[in-house]
C-alpha cells in the first residue's frame, strides 16, 4: 500500500510512542476521529501496529525515529560530505537499489545517496526479498561510478563490510562479524546484507550500487517472513530506540570513504580488518552454488578475497562465488 500524507502526519505525530487522543489527532489533521481510526487501521498493512485505549487514546506499540535529512547531516562528517552529490529519503519505494540503478542510467552522479522508511521489494542476494518494515531499519543505496571496469573493484562488497562494521563499533556494538561474502552476522544470526550491482563496460567506466539493509528493529509480526535466522541491535544490545538517524550519518561517514578509494586501494588495504572479524573462519560448513555444495573446515579468505575451504581429503580449495551455511543455520 502508498502511504498517504495524513498517514505520515499521524506517524510524526505518534513517532514518540505515547499516547494521542483522537480528538488532539483528529484536530490536528483537520479530519473526523473515525477518519483518524480508519487512516491508523490502514498503517497495520505497513508493519505498523498501535494500540487504542478509552480515555487515553492511541499510540503505536513501538515507538518510531523517522529519517531526517537536516539530522542525518548533522551526523555526517566533513569528509562524508565532500562525497555526497545528493541525499533522499523516501516515504516507501520499491527498492533503494532499483531505484538508484534506474538513476545510473539517466547519468545520476557518484555520491547518490537513496534512503527509504519502507521498501515494497526490497533485494536480498540471488533474486529473494529483503523485509522492510516501515521505519524500523535501515534501507540505504549509494551509487558510485569507477573508470577502470568490474575488474577493478572485485571484492567491493567485502570492504563494505569491513565499513558496516567500523560504524557499528563506533556505536559500541561490538558483538558483530561478516559472513562472505555479503553478511552481516552476530551469534550466528544475519544482522543484515550488502548487494553490490553493477553496470558498464568490462574494461572502462562502470557504475556500482551498493545496498545495505540493516535490522534495527523488527516487529514479530514482520519477522514471521524471515526464512532464515536473523537478530536486530535491539536485541543485541537490548535498547529499543537506537538513533537511525545518528547510525545513518555514521555509516555514510564509513562507507563513501571506502567506496571513494576501492578504486586505487582495492581489497588488500582491508583483508587484515576483514579476517578480524570473519565469523566463518575454523567452522564446518557447506558451501552452495547451484545444486552443488562443497563441505569443509572453512580457512578464511585469500588475498584476492575469495573463500577458503580445506575439503574432507585435505585439500584446500578456492570457492568465488556461493552460499554458505555453518553451526546448523540453513542456507542463506
Known amino acids: 500500500m502508498n502511504i498517504s500524507d495524513k498517514q505520515k502526519k499521524i506517524l510524526g505525530l505518534l513517532a514518540d510512542g505515547e499516547f494521542h487522543s483522537g480528538t488532539e489527532l483528529a484536530d490536528i489533521l483537520g479530519i473526523s476521529r473515525s477518519a483518524v481510526w480508519k487512516q491508523l487501521n490502514g498503517l497495520a498493512e505497513l508493519g505498523l501496529q498501535h494500540s487504542a485505549v478509552s480515555g487515553k487514546g492511541y499510540r503505536l506499540d513501538n515507538a518510531l525515529e523517522l529519517l531526517a535529512a537536516s539530522e542525518i547531516n548533522d551526523a555526517v562528517n566533513e569528509q562524508a560530505d565532500a562525497l555526497i552529490s545528493s541525499l533522499e529519503i523516501h516515504d516507501q519505494i520499491d527498492s533503494t537499489n532499483r531505484y538508484l540503478v534506474e538513476r545510473s542510467q539517466h547519468n545520476a552522479l557518484s555520491g547518490s545517496v537513496c534512503f527509504a522508511e519502507h521498501q515494497t521489494a526490497g533485494k536480498g542476494r540471488r533474486g529473494r526479498q529483503w523485509v522492510s518494515p516501515y521505519g524500523c531499519n535501515i534501507y540505504l543505496s549509494i551509487l558510485w561510478r569507477f573508470q577502470q571496469g568490474p575488474a577493478a573493484i572485485s571484492g567491493l562488497s567485502l570492504a563494505i563490510g569491513v565499513a558496516v562494521i567500523r560504524a557499528l563499533r563506533q556505536h559500541q556494538i561490538n558483538d558483530v562479524g561478516l559472513k562472505w561474502p555479503n553478511d ?96 566463518l573462519s575454523g567452522k564446518a560448513a557447506t558451501l552452495f552454488i547451484g545444486e552443488q555444495q562443497f563441505q569443509g573446515i572453512v580457512q578464511g579468505i585469500d588475498d584476492n578475497g575469495m573463500l577458503l575451504i580445506e575439503r574432507p581429503d585435505g585439500n584446500v580449495q578456492t570457492f568465488a562465488s556461493g552460499e554458505v551455511s555453518f553451526n546448523g543455520v540453513g542456507r542463506q
Open 184 to 279: 552481516i552476522y552476530s551469534q550466528g544470526k544475519k544482522l543484515g546484507g550488502i548487494l553490490v550491482e553493477v553496470s558498464g563496460e568490462t574494461d572502462g567506466p562502470c557504475c556500482a550500487v551498493i545496498g545495505l539493509g540493516l535490522n534495527l528493529f523488527v516487529p514479530e509480526a514482520e519477522a514471521q517472513s524471515i526464512t532464515q535466522a536473523w537478530t536486530d541491535l535491539s536485541k543485541i544490545t537490548g535498547q529499543q530506540r537506537l538513533s537511525r538517524n545518528k547510525l545513518a550519518g555514521a555509516l555514510l561517514n564509513h562507507l563513501l570513504p571506502v567506496i571513494a578509494e576501492y578504486e586505487g586501494v582495492g581489497i588488500k588495504a582491508h583483508l587484515d580488518e576483514w579476517r578480524d572479524y570473519d565469523c
